[in-house]
């Protein structure tokens, strides 16, 4: 906290102006002619709202055929506290920190309208985890009406930006920006398996570094300024990641963790941790200015964007990992949507931004874990003697679970909405 007031302070007793351009295409300058300090500051605190609602089904064999049945309605809501500060360095040369404060993050659960104790194909499972068929012992694996509270400081980014080429310092040319970010995983690793409450919160962190090297372009033509970025993420677990071998008593084969008992195990503690995917987004978008005064520093411009994100496969924190207590493999998918903004400055150092935001994931499998790997060369995974007896082979993943990683038994999510609400108040010298 001590940090941010100084960093407050510091805005006061400066007074470069930052690049032009589209706001994705912003870069805060330094030692710029005619200013009363050297560095520029970019100093901004919102709030951001989000509303993630889904309808988890499961396959079920009806009949022949494999059919999903909707098993689980979840509401998500996350609030959080964004604060990022930006030092201009050079011409159009800044390094930046995000440091977001997570409010609160709830997850509700509960039965869709069509599904209840006698039609959920959970309430009813005859199937046990290692793959035997006992309707009498198997029973449900979860209960279907719950909630999960999380709370915390997020993990911190730190990063570089530099424009290029500046339409501020050459108004033939448009405005192109690369960056470059770095997330270091300041907070503390979920674990799925913890019971959670209101007054006692989990973590929600994911010991998960990224590095995420971007580009953006953006062209002002009279009252319109079109833009356009590219980034990817690319992952790295550090130590402090959580492994599904952390407890094993949610596992099927716990005999195949490190230690687990099984001499022919070769899975070590990564093989069962998280996994992190990978992100490809673009944005498209276009900034229509429906009141401009430089001579006032007082703007009113309208942003419309678009925005396309690939999410690879991995075994992560996802939608059914509090009800299975697991981190889990999930399928790739895109997740897509548009945002309404209004951003208005009224004086030449204070802005305000809004933001409305849509979003919508691709169906996807929620728990598709791999049944195993050939250890012998035999050309298939080998599995215990009987289903109640241990794992003497070594090749099964401690990971897989019958019930719900098989055909005709996972988990798969649909119908997700995203709903998001952004206020921002920027002080910029």
């Known amino acids: 906290m001590k940090g941010l007031a100084y ?14 351009g589209a706001e994705i295409t912003r870069t805060i300058s330094g030692f710029e002619d005619n200013a009363s300090f050297p560095l520029g500051i970019d100093l901004q605190v919102g709030y951001d709202r989000e509303q993630h609602r889904a309808l988890i089904n499961r396959e079920n064999h009806q009949s022949g055929d494999i059919v999903d049945v909707a098993e689980l309605r979840l509401t998500e809501t996350t609030q959080t506290l964004p604060i990022r500060l930006a030092i201009g360095i050079w011409h159009d040369l800044e390094i930046h920190a995000m440091l977001p404060i997570v409010l609160g993050w709830t997850r509700e659960y509960g039965y869709p309208s069509i599904t209840d104790n006698a039609s959920s194909t959970v309430f009813n499972n005859c199937v046990t985890r290692t793959g035997g068929y006992d309707c009498a012992t ?14 915390g400081v997020g993990n911190l980014t730190v990063g570089t930006a530099f424009a290029v080429l500046s339409e501020k310092r050459d108004d033939t040319k448009p405005t192109w920006v690369i960056g470059f970010d770095y997330t270091f995983p300041l907070a503390d690793a979920i674990d799925p398996a913890l019971t959670t409450s209101p007054t006692s919160p989990g973590a929600v962190g994911d010991k998960v570094q990224r590095f995420t090297p971007y580009m953006a372009m953006s062209k002002r033509v009279g009252y319109v300024d079109p833009y356009l970025q590219f980034s990817a993420s690319i992952p790295r677990i550090l130590g402090g990641f959580y492994s599904n071998c ?19 195990s070769t899975w070590s503690r990564q093989d069962t941790g998280e996994d992190p995917p990978y992100y490809g987004t673009l944005v498209m978008g276009v900034e229509l200015y429906a009141y401009d005064e430089p001579s006032k520093n007082q703007s009113l411009v309208v942003d419309l964007r678009g925005t396309g994100q690939f999410v690879s496969q991995g075994r992560y924190y996802n939608e059914m990992s509090d009800q299975l207590g697991k981190l889990l493999e999930t399928e790739q998918y895109f997740h897509m949507g ?20 849509y979003f919508h994931d691709t169906d996807h499998f929620l728990t598709n874990e ?5 250890l012998n060369g035999n050309g298939r995974v080998d599995l215990p003697a009987t289903p109640s007896t241990p794992d003497n082979t070594g090749e099964l993943n401690p990971n897989y679970d019958f019930r719900w990683d098989g055909v005709g038994r996972r988990f798969r999510i649909s119908q997700v909405n995203d709903f998001y609400f952004s206020a921002t108040g920027v002080l910029t010298f």
């Open 138 to 151: 198997a029973g449900a694996f979860y209960n279907p009406n719950n909630e999960v509270h999380r709370s």
């Open 7 to 20: 960093a407050a302070a510091a805005v006061v007793l400066t007074a470069t102006f930052p690049a032009q």
């Open 338 to 357: 548009g945002t309404l903004g209004i951003n208005a400055r009224a004086a030449q150092y204070v802005e305000l931004r809004l933001a409305a935001s």
């Open 370 to 374: 791999n049944v195993g790997n050939d």
């Open 246 to 264: 952390d407890n094993p008593s949610t596992l099927a084969f716990p005999e195949n963790c490190p230690g687990g008992g099984d001499a022919n």
